[in-house]
């Protein structure tokens, strides 16, 4: 090695940052070489001289920063705490929130499949077992077939024709059929009432236990509950002869009059 | 809740213990980064709040003081750089409280000889003014090297550049600094780099 090879390791070699080879190289340099000797023993003087100084007029830290800075950690921490704990509240309040709109989904959903099996049972005209116009002498009848008491409800305008036990879905149920008079024709409309005990409550009404109109294949579906009692009434009759059938019956809350979601109603049966 | 707390109590606890003994070589480099005791106070506090709130992405059994001295250099680029340059020549009162200080406080080395242990305060105080005329990206270097006397591979882990520039920078910051006190040297009635040569003359004087 001569003197410009050795210049660039100088500073590393004295730093102790050159490889072991590097440094024997250097110091048979120096070894041989006055200038090259003198240079680093400068170098290394200013170096030593530098960081002793230096590091001599560093002050501490003073203690009122210390103090301060562990307060600060220690605040922070509670900050951070409390951070967590929002941020875990926020995640707990979300997944509440997806299980209740999913549980809300699903009971509609439910709700849905009962309209649907009632409407396309009642369309079904399956023959009646009995035809009987009071409503004391069907329920007569239906006592004892099914698991719970069926009262017939009386609609003014509408006779009963005859009734049966039918399901909906899994439920065994009455069903009566009614003839109900139309405002716009002479011809009476038939009427589908289901009626069967849900004390699981697995149909959903919705809200206050008010009717709630469905609507498949055509027939609108108006469905309630008394106590365990779940009425499902199946017909072709228009909204507002629905509302004239209904609201005579006491106890119960009068179909709702802002109109609900109607899904795709065919417009043959609007009229 | 109990159980995450007292585990966050941990960290703390461990945290605490990794940075106590470093505050005192986090405020000297920031006292030089800064070149005033109420930035690198405030340098200092952040520094070790944001270790803190970053203190679970360190990798336990790693170097602590390195990433330490990386996020001071980093809070120090991002946040202070051009508040410093702003008030850069009005902290001379400042300065002359840090003189001040170290003037009236007799911690470390006091040497059995009070003459040295003035000769080389005074000395002492001439080579960190001479540091803090460094340009910052030499300044850095010097500071971490000299003062703190970190490898060259840990300042360019510190800095995020290649060994190669920090040894570049460190051999011109070096030979500024030299030319600054030299300098000084030369204008100063003793030389102030050599003790030995400035007590013998303070003995013929």
């Known amino acids: ?271 | 809740m109990l159980g995450f707390s007292t585990r966050s109590d941990k960290a703390r606890a461990e945290f605490e213990g990794l940075v106590a003994p470093w505050l005192d070589a986090l405020y000297g480099g920031a006292l030089r980064l800064t070149r005033n005791e109420r930035d690198a106070e405030d340098l200092v506090q952040d520094t070790v709040m944001r270790a803190y709130r970053f203190f679970d992405k360190f990798q336990r059994g790693t170097n602590f003081r390195a990433w330490l001295f990386k996020i001071l250099t980093n809070t120090f680029i991002n946040g202070y750089r051009r508040q410093v340059k702003e008030r850069s020549l009005g902290d001379e009162s400042e300065r002359q409280s840090v003189e001040a200080q170290f003037f009236s406080s007799d911690t470390t080395d006091q040497a059995q000889n009070p003459e040295d242990y003035l000769v080389q305060r005074v000395m002492s105080e001439d080579v960190l003014k001479a540091i803090d005329t460094l340009p910052i990206d030499f300044r850095m270097v010097v500071i971490l090297a000299d003062l703190q006397e970190f490898s060259y591979k840990e300042i360019a882990e510190i800095l995020d550049v290649p060994v190669g520039t920090v040894m570049s920078r460190l051999f011109r910051g070096r030979r500024q600094l030299e030319a600054v006190l030299r300098k000084d040297e030369h204008e100063a009635a003793a030389p102030l780099v050599d003790l030995n040569a400035y007590r013998e003359r303070k003995k013929l004087g």
């Open chain 1, 1 to 271: 090695m001569n003197c410009p090879d050795v210049d660039p390791l100088l500073m590393p070699y004295l730093d102790g940052e050159v490889v072991e080879a590097d440094r024997l190289e250097v110091e048979q340099h120096l070894a041989s070489c006055e200038p090259c000797a003198k240079r680093s023993e400068r170098s290394r003087h200013h170096r030593t001289l530098v960081r002793t100084l230096a590091k001599a007029g560093t002050p501490a830290a003073p203690e009122a920063l210390k103090a301060r800075v562990f307060t600060t950690i220690r605040s922070e921490q509670t900050r951070q705490r409390q951070r967590r704990f929002l941020r875990l509240s926020a995640a707990a309040a979300g997944v509440a929130l997806c299980a209740l709109a999913g549980h809300h989904q699903w009971r509609s959903f439910q709700r849905r499949l009962y309209v649907e099996d009632a409407a396309s049972r009642h369309a079904r005209q399956f023959p009646l077992e009995v035809r009987l116009p009071q409503p004391e002498a069907l329920e007569a009848w239906f006592d004892g077939k099914l698991g719970h008491r069926v009262a017939v409800p009386r609609f003014p305008n509408a006779t009963a024709e005859g009734a049966r036990v039918l399901n909906v879905r899994e439920k065994q149920a009455a069903y009566i059929r009614y003839d109900a008079p139309t405002r716009a024709s002479a011809q009476p409309r038939q009427v589908g009432l289901f009626v069967f005990g849900d004390n699981a409550n697995d149909v959903d009404v919705g809200a206050r236990g008010e009717p709630s109109l469905g609507n498949s294949n055509g027939y609108n579906v108006v469905t309630w509950r008394e106590g365990d009692i779940v009425y499902q009434l199946v017909t072709d009759l228009e909204e507002d002869d629905i509302r004239e059938l209904l609201p005579s019956e006491p106890g119960r809350a009068p179909l709702p009059t802002a109109r609900q979601p109607l899904e795709a109603q065919p417009a043959s049966f609007r009229r």
